[in-house]
T-cell receptor
Framework: TQLLEQSPQFLSIQEGENLTVYCNSSSVFSSLQWYRQEPGEGPVLLVTVVTGGEVKKLKRLTFQFGDARKDSSLHITAAQPGDTGLYLCAGFNAGNNRKLIWGLGTSLAVNP | NAGVTQTPKFRVLKTGQSMTLLCAQDMNHEYMYWYRQDPGMGLRLIHYSVGEGTTAKGEVPDGYNVSRLKKQNFLLGLESAAPSQTSVYFC????????????FGSGTRLTVV
């Protein structure tokens, strides 16, 4: 069974701090997606990474896909209260089952 | 663009009652999905569809049925609601099944008493 483990599970920081959240698996994925979910809303896609070693930047957010395509990280620089939310990673397997495997998420609170 | 629209937003059912959750997308996406999200369990796939007229079971299909009569609509039915079906339900869609990202609706919060 493929699993995606996200860490930390919870994170509470002050505005202006930097942080990194991790998404790890023992399985190889064809691509990996990151979403942010705010209370009462559905997840919103932030980025998809498809190549081992790939780095993508979205303003203050930097996403990296591991060289072996088994893990990924999300780094936020100078966090702001608007970054508060649940960050979810999801790995896609283009093999036989073509399923999306979800992590349980990292709940981030950025305090002003 | 409306994206993915789910109705209703909230619903309370009594055990044994039935209901249908509606999902509509205006992006001409081929693939559509129904998920439930529960604390500590994450997002779990109930049923999905790879095109108009097709449906398939996900991880937790028991107690649910779906239909995809039109490409833009994906309906989730509960024939006889149980308290274990209390959850937040999300519909999502994607252009194809290549794992490049889903668009989610804003969810339906269902409570079964």
């Amino acid at each position: 069974t493929q699993l995606l483990e996200q860490s930390p599970q919870f994170l509470s920081i002050q505005e202006g701090e930097n942080l990194t959240v991790y998404c790890n698996s023992s399985s190889v994925f064809s691509s990996l997606q990151w979403y942010r979910q705010e209370p009462g809303e559905g997840p919103v896609l932030l980025v998809t990474v498809v190549t081992g070693g790939e780095v993508k930047k979205l303003k203050r957010l930097t996403f990296q896909f591991g060289d072996a395509r088994k893990d990924s990280s999300l780094h936020i620089t100078a966090a702001q209260p608007g970054d508060t939310g649940l960050y979810l990673c999801a790995g896609f397997n283009a093999g036989n089952n073509r399923k999306l495997i979800w992590g349980l998420g990292t709940s981030l609170a950025v305090n002003p | 663009n409306a994206g993915v629209t789910q109705t209703p937003k909230f619903r309370v059912l009594k055990t044994g009652q039935s209901m249908t959750l509606l999902c509509a997308q205006d992006m001409n996406h081929e693939y559509m999905y129904w998920y439930r999200q529960d604390p500590g369990m994450g997002l779990r796939l109930i049923h999905y569809s790879v095109g108009e007229g097709t449906t398939a079971k996900g991880e937790v299909p028991d107690g649910y049925n779906v239909s995809r009569l039109k490409k833009q609509n994906f309906l989730l039915g509960l024939e006889s609601a149980a308290p274990s079906q209390t959850s937040v339900y999300f519909c999502a869609s994607s252009y194809h099944g290549q794992g490049l990202g889903y668009t989610f609706g804003s969810g339906t919060r269902l409570t079964v008493v």
